[in-house]
């Protein structure tokens, strides 16, 4: 069996900065003790794929202003994991890594480069020189307490691919269901409840979502537009954003589509009466757009339906809402009767838009729900069910709204975790050495 100190598993963000963090730690910490043996075990082929598809390739670290709010999950202790390590921090230790960043107007932070394999070299040159051990095709398929009554606690023992390994401390970093394809399927959910863990139901998040067939959305795709978007469930509005929405072959993605989909997504899950309501002219209501129609009816009278709204909307998207309201887009605006008048407001303003499923996971940028985050300590990430165990990342139920925010969790989560399990061992190392006191 061989044997280490640290044991990562998952060698996505938030296990590389655990084992960075670990290992930089271990060292301003170890005195004159041995530096602990830390090694990261991944069961994909190549190491970082989720970095590298992130962010279209180019790796939209964190935001700019991170706060609690832009996160689903228990808002105290998402609070507290923030204040560890914030946006400022982040953006501290890349430049230490070598990765500039640069602000675009959104508030996303990326690499200067435009490549997130900037981003990932960076944090494997930094595991390189820290003498971490990087170890693809080492998939985990078993976590367990070793038979060793004689240690309290007993070690850890891991059963991967290619072995057995025996650990002192473990981070759990495997992620979540989303992008399975880069080697993140849920699996190490199942090394948590073996450890005593609970797993709630996990959905996708930050997923595209597909439309009935018939709608219009084959003719627009490639149009992108500035809307808000409700989601209500049962009658009652449970979200509202506004944001940038992409149409598709299949149906809207986009970032604002991508933020409220997890509520979606969760409302059907649940059996609730879903909608999705769409005002294309975000910032004007009912009565705003009736009053603009009426306005112009009366000073350009001629001015067909569709000219008429593309002064507002695009072209493509005037002509499909004109249809949808029952009205030919070459109708005078004069000639409009109050009822048609009231539909063609509605297409605008209040547009049901009519989702059939989400996209799945194969095209969700993250996971909703997960390990509890009251199971974990969130001053160390230390698991409240397993001594020594450490949980960061996806894997544990908090999610962020699109723009760097679930990258700025990993960080984060990654950042607390690392520090707390080599402080653990360095302590460990300290008491072993410690003369007897006893008489």
């Not at 960075?20 to 730690?25: C, E, K």
């Not at 002192?168 to 979540?176: D, K, M, P, S, Y």
């Not at 992409?246 to 879903?274: E, K």
Request: charged share 20%; proline share 5%; net charge positive.
């Amino acid at each position: 069996m061989e044997p280490c100190d640290i044991a990562v598993i998952g060698a996505g963000a938030a296990g590389l900065t655990a084992a960075i963090f670990a290992a930089d730690t271990a060292r301003q910490q170890r005195g004159p003790h041995a530096l602990p043996r830390i090694v990261v075990l991944d069961g994909a082929k190549t190491i970082g794929a989720k970095i590298l598809v992130s962010g279209g390739g180019r790796c939209n670290v964190t935001h700019a202003e991170v706060t609690p709010a832009d996160f689903n999950g228990s808002r105290n202790i998402v609070r507290n994991v923030l204040a560890a390590f914030d946006g400022t921090a982040t953006r501290r230790w890349l430049a230490s890594l070598g990765v500039e960043l640069k602000r675009e107007d959104s508030g996303k932070l990326f690499p200067v480069t435009d490549s997130a394999r900037t981003v990932l070299e960076a944090l494997l040159r930094r595991c390189m020189d820290l003498d971490v051990s990087v170890r693809p095709r080492h998939r985990v398929s078993v976590l367990r307490r070793g038979p060793l009554p004689a240690q309290d606690p007993a070690p850890f023992i891991l059963d991967h691919a290619s072995g057995r390994l025996s650990a002192t401390r473990v981070i759990l970093a495997t992620g979540g269901r989303s992008l399975p394809r880069t080697g993140s399927d849920g699996g190490g959910w199942d090394l948590a409840r073996s450890c005593g863990h609970s797993v709630t139901d996990t959905y996708p998040a930050l997923v595209p979502l597909v439309l009935r067939a018939g709608m219009f959305h084959r003719e627009l795709s490639g149009l992108s537009q500035p809307v808000a978007l409700s989601v209500f469930a049962d009658g009652t509005r449970i979200d509202h954003q506004r944001g940038s929405m992409l149409w598709t072959h299949f149906g809207i993605s986009g970032p604002v589509v991508l933020d409220v989909s997890r509520h979606w997504v969760l409302a059907q899950a649940r059996g609730q009466r879903v909608e999705l309501r769409c005002n294309f002219l975000p910032g004007w209501d009912f009565e705003q757009t009736d009053a603009w129609l009426r306005s112009v009816a009366a000073q350009r009278p001629r001015l067909s339906l569709g000219r008429c709204l593309a002064d507002r909307l695009a072209a493509r998207l005037a002509l499909a809402l004109a249809q949808s309201a029952g009205c030919a887009a070459a109708t005078p605006v004069a000639q409009l009767t109050r009822e048609q008048r009231r539909q063609v407001v509605h297409a605008c303003t209040d547009f049901l838009l009519p989702v059939e499923r989400d996209r799945g996971w194969n095209y969700a940028e993250v996971t909703a729900g997960g390990v509890p985050l009251e199971e974990v300590d969130y001053r160390t990430m230390e698991s409240r069910k397993a001594p020594g165990l450490h949980l960061a990342g996806e894997m544990l139920a908090c999610d962020g709204r699109i723009g760097g925010f679930n990258f700025q969790w990993a960080w984060a989560t990654g950042y607390l975790a690392g520090r707390a399990a080599a402080s653990g061992i360095c302590a460990n190392a300290r008491a072993a050495r410690r003369p007897d006191s006893a008489p």
